[in-house]
């Protein structure tokens, strides 16, 4: 009697090569993408250490020559520190916008892996600079600045990079699904990020960076050594972009491609040739970047971005100062909290791409939850310190709301648009279509913090209006997109809805 195969080689065996290949390129570039954001994260965390109430210190030194500010980091401890804040996100945040738009013309003409690659370490060599800080005691503010403007530059390396990677081996079959999973890393990594510089926030805030600097570093070396750009390098099957003729209004998505299966794929074990493949000599030539505005959606997605990355980063870097301000925690326990935050948004985003994916409206789908956000944020603005319980549900609720759209739009629209039938078949516009969507989207980013820096000295309900009035806007913008997508459903009612597969 011959012995059964063992449950985990039929486990391996039950998926192709190409599936298998898919699966890791998609975790590794979840991975290097998480880091990213990990390394973000921590200026967030560490400013309710930089500018503290120095009257809740228990152990204080000899000889204080000021009771309300010995506990401060200079130039910090200043009355105008919230602008100082502001400035220093902002460094950030513009640098990266300006950044975004050239970064994606240099990802479709260099190669992705070297690319990413020197964007990580790069990243994390900034990262771990603005730690040291701490260790060699600086206090000019320019140190800062200057760090901060390089960091956002070398950081937009990133997303174009790996949506591209991701647009190269997934089509557009479940796609809002696929990467409404795989966009969490963004919230994993504030997540990671908020837990990781919150050890040592209270006792030596520079390792907040370093380490963070180090982890975007190591991730670096290994996207180097394992990243796959193109199936075809792999000899693997390249996804199919279009359904076919027949087109329903702006983005269509249900497709008979399975989650990690290229739509011709070959029998089961088969390894197909690049012959049999109809492998072509000549590549499409990248498209420019005016060729790219002319893509049906792409501005108003743009700027439906622009205010919703407002009110997401806005979040991000104020929101721990905001629970210690209001809510009375300390660095570490604000930092902690303001987690919440992003799980609500790794399920906002997955719910978002499942129903855009039912559905098949991108734009609906972004303009729903837009309006369901504007109430919410005014409804935690006012109720949301009430309690452990009412905080807990109301930022995991609100940042399901705010990062849902956000995520949609960075990832699943942009695969579309930069796969859009107008190009003929020329993915090569993915790169671009991505960094013009997210570029634009990091000026909204770049000015919510600036905003919140100079509104909060008068109060934080001003703060959240602000928040509530660019919901309101991204969602008008998506207006012309909605009523094309309402009436297409309307028109072909009689077309086949849902997935077809699960």
């Known amino acids: ?93 513009v640098a990266y916008a300006i ?16 690319y990413l690659t020197s964007g990580m370490l790069l990243s994390g060599l900034f990262t771990t600079l603005f730690g040291l800080g701490f260790y060699w005691n600086i206090h000019a503010f320019w140190f800062y600045v200057l760090i901060q403007i390089a960091n956002g530059l070398v950081q937009t390396t990133g ?8 647009g190269n081996w997934f089509g557009k079959g479940k796609r809002g699904f696929i990467m409404g999973i795989w ?32 982890i975007i570093a190591v991730m670096g070396l290994i996207c180097f050594f394992f990243l796959v750009e193109r199936p075809e ?24 491609e399975e989650l990690f299966r290229s739509p011709n794929h ?14 072509v000599t000549e590549g499409p030539t990248a498209i420019s970047f005016v060729g790219a505005l002319k893509i049906p959606g792409v501005m108003e997605f743009s700027l439906c971005l622009l205010f919703a990355k407002l009110v997401s980063y806005t979040f991000l870097y104020w929101l721990p100062l905001y629970i210690a301000n209001v809510a009375h925690f300390d660095s570490k326990g604000a930092g902690d909290m303001s987690t919440l935050f992003d799980f609500g948004g790794i399920l906002g985003g997955i719910i978002a791409g499942i129903v855009s994916d039912y559905t098949g409206g991108r734009a609906t789908t972004c303009c729903v939850m837009l309006i369901v956000a504007a109430p919410m944020l005014f409804l935690y603005n006012n109720i949301g310190q009430n309690g452990i319980g009412t905080t807990i549900a109301m930022l995991i609720v609100c940042g399901g709301l705010v990062n849902g759209p956000y995520a949609l739009i960075t990832t699943a629209v942009s695969a579309d648009l930069g796969t859009h039938e107008s190009l003929r078949g020329n993915a090569k516009a993915l790169s671009t279509v991505t ?11 770049a000015l919510g913090p600036l905003f919140a820096g100079l509104i909060s000295p008068t109060g934080w309900n ?39 597969e699960f």
């Open 1 to 93: 009697m011959g012995s059964s195969v063992a449950p985990g080689i039929r486990l391996v065996r039950a998926f192709s090569r190409d599936s298998w290949y898919r699966g890791f390129t998609l975790l590794l570039t979840f991975l290097c993408y998480t880091a990213y954001h990990l390394s973000r994260k921590p200026i967030s965390i560490v400013k309710s250490e930089l500018h503290r109430n120095c009257s809740t210190v228990r152990v204080r030194p000899q000889n204080i020559t000021n009771n309300d500010t010995w506990c401060d980091w200079p130039p910090f401890d200043q009355s105008n520190y919230q602008e100082l804040f502001g400035a220093l996100d902002n460094s950030f945040l």
């Open 462 to 500: 001003n703060v959240f209006f602000m928040l509530i009035t660019a919901d309101i806007l991204a969602c008008l913008l998506l207006s012309r997109l909605v009523y094309k997508e309402v009436r297409g459903c309307c028109g072909h009612s009689s077309r086949q809805r849902g997935f077809k």
């Open 266 to 279: 070959a029998a089961e074990g088969s390894i197909n040739t690049p012959t049999e493949r109809g492998t």
């Open 159 to 166: 997303w174009p990079a790996v949506v591209t990677c991701v």
């Open 99 to 114: 950044g975004m738009f050239f970064s994606g013309i240099f990802g479709e003409r260099l190669p992705l892996r070297y």
């Open 233 to 256: 390098d792999v000899d693997c099957c390249p996804p199919q972009h279009h359904e076919g003729p027949e087109q329903t209004p702006l983005l269509r998505n249900g497709s008979d």
């Open 183 to 214: 966009n969490s890393h963004t919230s994993v990594g504030n997540i990671l990020g908020s837990l990781i510089a919150g050890v040592w926030v209270s006792s030596a805030w520079g390792l907040s960076f370093i380490v963070p600097g180090v």
């Open 435 to 445: 960094a013009i969507i997210d570029g634009t989207g990091s000026i909204g980013a």
